[in-house]
Structure formats: structure tokens, C-alpha cells
Nanobody, 128 residues
Framework: QVQLVESGGGSAQAGGSLRLSCIGS????????MAWFRQSPGQERDRVAV????????FYASLAKGRFTISRDNTKNTVYLEITDLKPGDTAIYLC?????????????????????WGQGTRVTVSS
């Protein structure tokens, strides 16, 4: 069955860095959009970053520009999110998501509601 398993979260000081990982299985990773979202208590789930299969081109939400880097290793079925210069506002649960048919989008980016597979999330807590 499909699984997305995140890791790498934890507690960190403001100004530090974290690298989150997500391993996907049970679907064709190399055909899939892979994305990171985050959700704070009482808030909507926000898209952070997306990476295409093939070209590896990336999209970043405005909240993520400058301090977040998404990457993927297709040999390991893994997508990463590196966060630098951590801020207390980065405190959230970070979730990995996959859409297994990126070829349907012909250069466009799929929307939050289109993602078919979701992980359980990894918690990031940033203290000042």
C-alpha cells in the first residue's frame, strides 16, 4: 500500500536549521509531484514547496522563499525540505504529499486538493 513517512522534525532554536525527509513507497515516485505542506494548530494547511519529477523544477510558496529548499533523490524515493534560519513562526507539523500523475499537468502545478497521498507529518518546534 502507499506510504509516505516523514522524519527529521524536532525542537530547534531560532536561527538554526533542520532537514526534513519523506520516503515514499507503493506508488511510482519518479512520476510524482512531491510536496511539503505545513499546518499550525487552528490554521489551514499551507503549501510550502513542490518539486516535479523529471526536471526537478521547483515551486515555493511566498512563505517559503529564501529559507526553504526542496529536493528529491529518486534513487531513494525520498524528498527533502531544508529549512534554514529557523523562526518561531516555522513551528508547525510538516506533511509530505504526492500526486502520482504529474504528466497530467503539462507544466502547471497541482493544487492542494489534488494531492492523493499524504504522510502523517513530522512536528517542528522552534523556540526563540
Amino acid at each position: 500500500q502507499v506510504q509516505l513517512v516523514e522524519s527529521g522534525g524536532g525542537s530547534a532554536q531560532a536561527g538554526g536549521s533542520l532537514r526534513l525527509s519523506c520516503i515514499g513507497s507503493g506508488y511510482i515516485f519518479t512520476d510524482s509531484f512531491m510536496a511539503w505542506f505545513r499546518q499550525s494548530p487552528g490554521q489551514e494547511r499551507d503549501r510550502v514547496a513542490v518539486i516535479r519529477p523529471g526536471s526537478g523544477s521547483t515551486f515555493y510558496a511566498s512563505l517559503a522563499k529564501g529559507r526553504f529548499t526542496i529536493s528529491r533523490d529518486n534513487t531513494k524515493n525520498t524528498v527533502y525540505l531544508e529549512i534554514t534560519d529557523l523562526k518561531p513562526g516555522d513551528t508547525a507539523i510538516y506533511l509530505c504529499a504526492a500526486h502520482p500523475r504529474a504528466s497530467l499537468y503539462s507544466g502547471a502545478w497541482c493544487q492542494k486538493s489534488d494531492y492523493e497521498y499524504w504522510g502523517q507529518g513530522t512536528r517542528v518546534t522552534v523556540s526563540s
